[in-house]
T-cell receptor, first 114, second 114 residues
Framework: DTEVTQTPKHLVMGMTNKKSLKCEQH?????MYWYKQKAKKPPELMFV???????INESVPSRFSPECPNSSLLNLHLHALQPEDSALYLC?????????????FGPGTRLTVT | KQEVTQIPAALSVPEGENLVLNCSFT??????LQWFRQDPGKGLTSLLL?????REQTSGRLNASLDKSSGRSTLYIAASQPGDSATYLC?????????????FGQGTELSVKP
């Protein structure tokens, strides 16, 4: 099974709401990633978790809060977002064994902030 | 600083044509290079992964080559079909791996006309 799942597929939220994005994989991968993608642009890395520990934070505003409760799950908690945060949010995972780092992406969550 | 460039930004070809997508990178100290396909509003699908020690990888009608010394990779698509229409992204991982961070090009938007 080479699948990364993300829920929800679409999310509309107001600037004062709190919501969460969820990502799950069952490939035994120990690295998981959050990316943000705007239209016609490549994905931009936000966070990397390695062995359930945050290893990279690409200077993301604190209104985005990642969480990795176990090796299969990755959450992104959203609070007080701005309209410019509207984008496709992609989750990915990869093995961490030496020499094997192919990233597998989920289908994404389309977020609209009103 | 590693920069990845893809040329052309957009390409339109008739069905059946063989085509080449180009990717160049400024720093040859890469760990590997990955080609992805993205359909509109969807996640990324991994097509091919080339390790820095390899020169090419093949999967079906796709062939990716890597020339580290010149900082170039090409994705060759044989006998193109309308279903190949998508955006193609290349991404490199630095030799120091940086926690698995991928550096993406801007993508080539491919349209295959019936």
């Amino acid at each position: 099974d080479t699948e990364v799942t993300q829920t929800p597929k679409h999310l509309v939220m107001g600037m004062t709401n709190k919501k969460s994005l969820k990502c799950e994989q069952h490939m035994g991968h120990r690295a998981m990633y959050w990316y943000k993608q705007k239209a016609k642009k490549p994905p931009e890395l936000m966070f990397v978790y390695s062995y359930e520990k945050l290893s990279i934070n690409e200077s993301v505003p604190s209104r985005f809060s990642p969480e990795c409760p176990n090796s299969s799950l990755l959450n992104l908690h959203l609070h007080a977002l701005q309209p410019e945060d509207s984008a496709l949010y992609l989750c990915a995972s990869s093995p961490t064994r030496q020499g094997i780092y192919e990233q597998y992406f989920g289908p994404g969550t389309r977020l609209t902030v009103t | 600083k590693q920069e990845v460039t893809q040329i052309p930004a957009a390409l339109s070809v008739p069905e059946g044509e063989n085509l080449v997508l180009n990717c160049s990178f400024t720093d040859s100290a890469i760990y590997n290079l990955q080609w992805f396909r993205q359909d509109p509003g969807k996640g990324l699908t991994s097509l091919l992964l080339i390790q820095s020690s390899q020169r090419e990888q093949t999967s079906g009608r796709l062939n990716a080559s890597l020339d580290k010394s010149s900082g170039r990779s090409t994705l060759y698509i044989a006998a193109s079909q309308p279903g190949d229409s998508a955006t193609y992204l290349c991404a490199v991982r630095r030799r120091d791996n940086q926690g698995g961070k991928l550096i993406f090009g801007q993508g080539t938007e491919l349209s295959v006309k019936p």
